[in-house]
């Protein structure tokens, strides 16, 4: 009976507004209670009518009445509360109420798969207690329970239709569905769990799978980092032992410069003091004679003449070997010569040093046949506006052919004058293929950033940063990037292939024929989008995917 009590107190304190116990309780002057909040957002709605009513008996009230917080009502409410049982608790908008409950809904604890209804705790005993509905399904609270109903036939949907996939009732089974695929929902569950777990296997063993992967990732990017680390360490030491080698070299030669400066003019001091004491006694000579010259007595002019000593030829100018004053030219220039031929031996070694023989993992490999190529290719059309006036275009503007006069083009700044040059009016980014078939003594097939000289110096494909190109000429084949040409011995195609990977920074070059032949991979860092470019120096040239 208390326990009655407390449940009727509890009713009997709640907000017919919001359904839930009185919050800041007021009293109104027709003696009902409500929160505060709640009935002064009601009467704000009705400021424009001037007339307040009463949501329980609707007397009016005129002006709008004052309202003051309820402190006993407030204080019976917090108790009522603390004595309450926690399960007992009001539904809420976000709750599921109990179906049973009359007036306030008590928040439910469990749903009825058979019943089609949700019940409170107090409400719920019956489903434990009596064997009547001890076999009912009870699963946590759902508002979706109505769902579960036929709309059609208002029955149970206890079938489900293979055929059609969906949850039927039974009347639908031999009606509309009839000769259907049809068996139970219980059969369809433990057909579906089975499915389901076999499927959670495959995505557990996919987890574990994924998870080796990326702990393969990150071993190979820590042995990266080691290698790498590694190769820059003794880089270093390398170039360190080869600048002292050049530091000491240099000394070595500034040391023989020297020495031989010092000895040259030490043999030239001497040389100079000698001439230069023979000048003191040739002017000595020449002052005797002088006054031999102006004596006025004919007789001792005579008799003083025959005793002049002979004067020989001297014998310190014999030793002045006057030459061109290129002294050490050839000492600077023999240095000059060992340097540019060490600057081509670092060039040719640095050239070969590539990072394209590291697997980055992480970047998808290019494909191993022509029709996994394919997947990329991109129909590539020539850019009018760039082509050279020595080449005209067809087949669309997929065509190149070298003419004997040039073609009348207008006049534009993106126009290639110094070499047969064209740039594909498409730009490539992501992962692009492409095929170039030629025909004549050459062709050269590159990738350019679009910003390239369109004359002079730069301008040439592969002469600057900004191009990469592959250059094939009767029987050689170079890759030339940035003026560095790396000689390939690779046989000559009559079809080119090209494979760039923009974002990986990867480049490849192919030989197309019944196999694909990779004649040279580039990996750098690509900053802009890219254009192909072909440079016909036979016949044609045309892209042919």
Excluded at 75 to 104: F, M, N, Q
Excluded at 266 to 274: Q, V, W
Excluded at 291 to 315: C, K, M, R, W, Y
Excluded at 442 to 464: C, M, P, Q, T
């Amino acid at each position: 009976m208390a326990q009655q009590g407390v449940q009727v107190d509890m009713s009997a304190f709640s907000c017919s507004i919001c359904l839930d116990l009185l919050k800041d309780p007021v009293t109104i002057l027709c003696g009902h209670s409500y929160c505060m909040t709640c009935i002064n957002n009601l009467w704000d709605l009705k400021v424009e009518k001037k007339t307040y009513s009463c949501p329980q008996c609707r007397e009016t009230f005129t002006p709008r009445p004052v309202l003051v917080k309820s402190t006993i009502l407030a204080a019976v409410v917090e108790e009522l509360k603390k004595t309450a049982p926690a399960d007992h608790c009001y539904a809420g908008p976000a709750d599921v109420g109990c179906d049973s409950c009359t007036g306030t809904k008590l928040k439910a604890i469990k749903s009825c798969l058979q019943c089609l209804a949700s019940f409170c705790e107090k409400h719920l005993q019956p489903h434990y207690n009596s064997p009547t509905f001890r076999k009912h399904k009870l699963v946590n609270p759902s508002k979706k329970l109505q769902e579960n109903i036929c709309s059609r036939h208002d029955e149970m949907m206890k079938m489900f239709c293979r055929t059609d996939q969906q949850c039927i009732c039974y009347l639908c089974s031999v009606d509309e569905h009839k000769g259907h695929d049809t068996v139970t929902v219980a059969a369809e569950r433990t057909q579906r769990r089975r499915e389901l777990g076999e499927y959670q296997q495959n995505v557990q063993q996919r987890i574990q799978n994924r998870e080796k992967d990326v702990k393969v990732l990150q071993q190979e990017v820590e042995a990266i980092n080691r290698a790498a680390d590694k190769a820059v360490e003794d880089s270093e030491k390398i170039f360190s032992q080869l600048i002292r080698l050049m530091e000491k070299r240099c000394s070595d030669v500034k040391q023989q410069i020297r020495s031989q400066q010092k000895s040259e003019v030490s043999r030239a001091e001497e040389l100079r003091e000698k001439l230069e004491q023979e000048i003191t006694e040739l002017r000595r000579k020449d002052s005797e004679l002088q006054q031999l010259s102006h004596a006025e007595d004919h007789i001792q002019f005579l008799v003083n003449f025959p005793s002049l000593p002979h004067l020989g030829e001297s014998t310190h100018s014999a030793s002045i070997n006057v030459r061109p004053r290129r002294y050490f030219e050839e000492v600077t220039a023999a240095v000059s010569k060992v340097t540019e031929k060490q600057r081509s031996i670092l060039n040719e070694g640095l050239t070969k040093i590539s990072l394209t023989d590291v697997d980055f993992l992480l970047s998808p490999a290019d494909p191993k046949t022509r029709a996994g190529f394919l997947k990329f290719s991109h129909e590539i059309s020539m850019d009018p506006n760039t082509v050279n006036t020595w080449l005209s275009l067809s087949k669309g503007n997929r065509k190149a052919t070298l003419m004997r006069e040039r073609q009348s083009y207008s006049a534009h700044p993106d126009r290639f004058t110094d070499r047969c040059q064209v740039l594909s009016a498409e730009s490539l980014t992501g992962r692009c293929y492409w095929e170039v078939e030629w025909s004549g003594s050459g062709v050269e097939v590159a990738v350019i950033y679009k910003d390239i000289k369109r004359s002079g110096h730069g301008s040439l494909f592969g002469d600057n940063g900004k191009s990469w190109s592959l250059y094939h000429r009767n029987d050689s084949c170079t890759f030339i990037h940035n003026s560095i040409v790396t000689p390939l011995s690779v046989p000559q195609p009559s079809t080119l292939g090209v494979y760039l990977d923009h974002s990986a920074g990867r480049l490849s070059f192919y030989s197309v024929s019944e196999t694909m032949t990779l004649l040279h991979r580039v990996k750098t860092t690509f900053t802009q989008p890219l254009y192909a470019g072909v440079s016909v120096g036979g016949s044609s040239a045309e892209f042919s995917t």
